[in-house]
């Protein structure tokens, strides 16, 4: 079962010397220090030594996420927030040109793929991008392996796609099968659980957490996919120490700034192309292409480097969306800015 504590350490919380370092010698005195925990519509739930608090989200607030970490008056005012050391996020889902934050702070990603017909290799790189970008750990977890007859074909796909790729094929239902992921689930660890709709991943956190703090549908009889079921994103502790950070199914992860993830997702790729005869070769129909050369000669797959090109098209046209909101926000900022002084002085000539 979870733990019932109503006061937490900070090492507890997954509090680490690189946010002590961010801290002056007066906010040490005084501070009341903070992880967001649950991130609703209009405020944020967080935790402390002192125990659970809840501010209102306002426009002085920055944007923030799950995991981050607060500095808190006495009042439980909001100081500033504590620079991160990862942080996942992604373009908004839908036609709204933002950035979404989905978490902060993690130290390992579970991403959830179940071994059934929802089993995709283009949907795990799409993560992997999204966890190297943010300099995180992956685990690729391989859910419902219960109700699948040859897990180690599905195992050695994934492994291929990196060969110091970590792969776990687990029952979700079953904590000894669950146990596999202990590792990475130690005191002050912060784990993010990703992955699409109805892949098992609120079994998981329910099993590891020991007990229905996810609520869970059937799998539909005729897709193998489960019902979408989670619609927040919260923190929770687990009596192993760790902190495990439970993310609504995404359904539309949109890369954008994602250029050296992917990069990195594709390492063989990426070393390929350093020997191609032209230095901006686009692996497409170029002469001496070496990454092409490849895919001939069988060391690559086809359906790789397809979707390498895919990803990489997806958060090019994405950033550059994202770039000229930045740009005209700015603008628009500076505008606002101009007018205020000029009003001012026409205020002052007035007088």
């Known amino acids: 079962m979870m733990a019932i504590i109503t006061h937490y350490s900070l090492l507890q919380l997954g509090w680490k010397a690189f946010f002590q370092q961010q801290l002056s010698l007066d906010e040490l005195a005084s501070a009341v220090v903070a992880r967001v925990v649950i991130q609703q519509r209009s405020e944020l739930i967080l935790l402390t030594e002192q125990g659970e608090r809840k501010i209102a989200i306002t426009p002085s607030i920055p944007p923030v996420t799950v995991g981050d970490w607060l500095l808190l008056d006495n009042e439980a005012k909001f100081i500033r927030l504590l620079e991160r050391t990862s942080l996942f996020k992604r373009k908004a889902a839908g036609t709204k040109v933002s950035q979404q934050l989905i978490a902060a702070n993690i130290d390992t990603v579970f991403i959830v793929c179940s071994l059934n017909q929802d089993f995709n290799l283009n949907r795990i790189e799409r993560y992997l991008a999204l966890s190297h970008e943010a300099d995180v750990t992956p685990v690729v977890v391989l859910s419902k392996a219960d109700c699948c007859e040859a897990p180690e074909e599905y195992i050695s796909q994934v492994q291929a796609l990196d060969s110091l790729l970590i792969v776990v094929a687990i029952n979700g239902l079953d904590h000894d099968s669950v146990e596999q992921l202990k590792p990475w689930c130690g005191e002050g660890d912060t784990i993010a659980v990703l992955g699409s709709s109805g892949v098992g991943k609120s079994t998981l956190i329910n099993t590891l957490l020991g007990e229905a703090a996810q609520k869970t549908k059937a799998i539909r009889a005729d897709d193998d996919k489960g019902r979408h079921t989670t619609t927040g994103r919260s923190l929770h502790l687990l009596s192993s120490g760790g902190l495990l950070l439970d993310t609504p199914g995404m359904r539309e992860l949109q890369l954008a700034d994602c250029e050296h993830g992917i990069e990195d997702t594709?390492?063989?790729?990426?070393?390929?192309?350093?020997?191609?005869?032209?230095?901006?070769?686009?692996?497409?129909?170029?002469?001496?292409?070496?990454?092409?050369a490849a895919v001939e000669a069988g060391?690559?797959?086809?359906?790789?480097?397809?979707?390498?090109?895919?990803?990489?098209?997806?958060?090019?046209?994405?950033?550059?969306?994202?770039?000229?909101?930045?740009?005209?926000?700015?603008?628009?900022?500076?505008?606002?800015?101009?007018?205020?002084i000029s009003s001012k002085r026409f205020k002052r000539n007035d007088d």
């Open 299 to 340: 060391t690559l797959d086809k359906r790789r480097l397809a979707n390498y090109h895919k990803l990489m098209r997806e958060q090019a046209i994405n950033s550059e969306t994202l770039a000229q909101k930045r740009s005209r926000d700015k603008d628009l900022g500076r505008f606002y800015r101009t007018a205020k």
């Open 266 to 292: 594709f390492a063989e790729i990426t070393q390929l192309a350093t020997q191609c005869k032209f230095a901006d070769c686009q692996h497409e129909n170029e002469p001496g292409c070496a990454v092409l």
